[in-house]
């Protein structure tokens, strides 16, 4: 079971082989690595997740899934016989991607970490918490996008997956000043 309660702080560095450190641009020649808070706060707010998983013959699977960031760590579900439980059953291994499209602006991030099923009622209370809060209307309304998933985590109709991270990645672009952030917990 991952740990519950306050998040782990990591240890923070800027990988200068990949930012404007080495490269450095008008505008970049202080470039500092992404404070974890940054990172939290984007963990906190976005709403789809790419989660990588490997099969069982090694080969790669990628799909969307909505995801909430509570307690330091990510919780996501899925349906039981989705392939994406047949690989986490066969390894624990996975990553969540999550940021946006442009060149230019914008942070991504990548949090690594083994995923682990999650069955306690209480814990599962927090994290339908986490989603009705973060997704609003999209859980809690008849006419939302995912409506009913508080019931189906309660009755065990999807399982639900907790990832503490154990190393993230965070991708920073400002305006041609490029940052490659490593957090290891």
């Known amino acids: 079971m991952p740990a519950h309660g306050p998040a782990k702080q990591p240890t923070t560095e800027l990988d200068p082989r990949y930012s404007s450190a080495l490269n450095p641009r008008p505008g970049a020649e202080d470039v500092t690595a992404t ?31 909505i995801a909430a960031w509570h307690d330091g760590v990510l919780y996501f579900s899925t349906g039981p016989s989705e392939q994406k439980t047949k690989n986490l059953a066969h390894d624990g291994h996975c990553a969540l991607t999550t940021g946006g499209n442009s060149l230019t602006e914008g942070l991504d991030l990548v949090v690594e970490g083994t995923a682990e099923q999650i069955a306690d009622p209480a814990r599962l209370e927090e994290v339908i ?57």
Request: charged share 20%; hydrophobic share 35%.
């Open 35 to 65: 404070d974890w808070a940054d990172a939290q706060r984007q963990l906190e707010t976005a709403e789809i997740f790419w989660l990588s998983t490997a099969r069982a013959d090694g080969r790669q699977h990628v799909t969307p899934v």
């Open 129 to 185: 918490t986490a989603y009705e809060t973060k997704y609003g209307p999209h859980i809690t309304s008849p006419e939302g996008t995912f409506h009913g998933i508080g019931d189906a985590f309660r009755k065990g109709d999807v399982v639900v997956f907790a990832v503490p991270p154990s190393t993230a990645y965070g991708y920073g672009r400002n305006d041609g000043v490029y940052t490659h952030t490593r957090w290891t917990f």
